[in-house]
């Protein structure tokens, strides 16, 4: 089991940057694969970037290639989501994802077996 709790979302203005945490608890968090997925209002959930156990090897959806960075520290059980140059289009809710085990990323929603609850990014003009 994995537990996920978001944190760092906020208003900001465009151009502007935020770091999401993810902070995460069960014995499996280090073996588990982590993802960042959004969803805006009156659209689906997208998936935006996700890495592999180690961190290692990461993935990122087009959109935000080259402004979103995604990290982890398994000694702290977080995992980071460092956005910077921020644009309105970037405002949703944004959710945690765990699956376990976590050996190859991926960024297909279905293939994740936990989520936190969100945490809200608005992105003004």
């Known amino acids: 089991q994995v537990q996920l709790v978001e944190s760092g979302g906020g208003l900001v203005q465009a151009g502007g940057s935020l770091r999401l945490y993810c902070a995460a608890s069960?014995?499996?968090?280090?073996?588990?694969?982590m993802g960042w997925f959004r969803q805006a209002p009156g659209k689906e959930r997208e998936f935006v970037a996700a890495?592999?156990?180690?961190?290692?090897?990461?993935y990122y959806a087009n959109s935000v290639k080259g402004r979103f960075t995604i990290s982890r520290d398994n000694a702290k059980n977080t995992v980071y989501l460092q956005m910077n140059s921020l644009k309105p289009e970037d405002t949703a809710v944004y959710y945690c994802?765990?699956?376990?085990?976590?050996?190859?990323?991926?960024?297909?929603?279905?293939?994740?077996?936990?989520w936190g609850q969100g945490t809200q990014v608005t992105v003004s003009s």
């Open positions: 994802a765990a699956r376990t085990p976590g050996w190859v990323v991926t960024g297909k929603a279905d293939e994740y077996d936990y």
């Open positions: 890495l592999n156990w180690s961190g290692g090897s990461t």
């Open positions: 069960g014995r499996t968090f280090s073996t588990a694969g």
